[in-house]
């Protein structure tokens, strides 16, 4: 039977580094030999569904990548949608592209950007904002199969937490969780608290509360 599940454009962790926690499995090649084609996409929609939480636990996609949005105007501060930010590269207002430090400033820690002197200007979309964040970043290869997932320095934690997570949801059984085979693949569906061990390991990358002056 080939396979019909493989690890998302979201995934947190490679299938392989999967594979090896949830069947206790220290060597050190990529082949799950012994291992039925249903258990690797088991697996893989474990690993999916895992990964999916943790973006939604953490406030939305933390995959690496230059972003452009818009934002309304109208106040001095904007809350970047993205989290963590590491670089900021346009701040334009209509047509007008604004100079860092000069009009606005960036506060990376929490995530916001804050306009000098007079508000953004009061319209729906009046700013556009291109910028550079999320914790990691997926390296495939020419076939567009996952081979690694690379972490900013600092990040490494996150894909602790999901393969010991896959491992929790592994270890209770596949027969406890409800699945369905859609066209996005193997979706699983459970109503479970997040592993204490799991919710300790992603604690530091909540996005912190601002208190905004």
């Avoid at 895992?50 to 953490?58: I, K, M, N």
């Avoid at 009009?103 to 291109?130: C, H, M, Q, S």
């Avoid at 270890?171 to 085979?181: E, T």
């Amino acid at each position: 039977m080939a396979r019909l599940v493989t690890a998302s454009p979201m995934a947190l962790a490679t299938e392989w580094e999967a594979q090896r926690i949830v069947w206790k499995d220290t060597s050190l090649s990529p082949d799950p030999t012994g291992h039925t084609d249903e258990e690797q996409d088991l697996v893989a929609a474990i690993l999916n569904a895992v990964s999916d939480a943790v973006h939604r636990l953490l406030g939305g996609s933390i995959m690496e990548e230059e972003r452009t949005e818009r934002y309304d105007g109208g106040k001095h501060w904007l809350r970047l949608r993205a989290f963590p930010v590491w670089s900021v590269t346009s701040v334009v207002e209509d047509t007008v592209t604004l100079v860092a430090d000069r009009d606005y400033v960036v506060y990376p820690e929490i995530g916001y950007i804050r306009k000098l002197a007079a508000p953004f200007l009061n319209r729906p979309l009046a700013v556009t904002v291109t910028y550079t964040a999320g914790w990691a970043k997926q390296v495939r290869d020419a076939d567009d199969n996952l081979v690694r997932v690379d972490y900013r320095p600092g990040g490494e934690a996150i894909r602790q937490a999901v393969l010991l997570w896959c491992k929790a949801i592994w270890d209770v059984g596949p027969a406890v969780y409800s699945y369905q085979v859609t066209d996005l693949g193997v979706l699983l569906a459970r109503n479970a608290d997040v592993p204490p061990v799991v919710a300790a390991l992603l604690a530091p990358y909540q996005r912190p509360q601002a208190v905004l002056a």
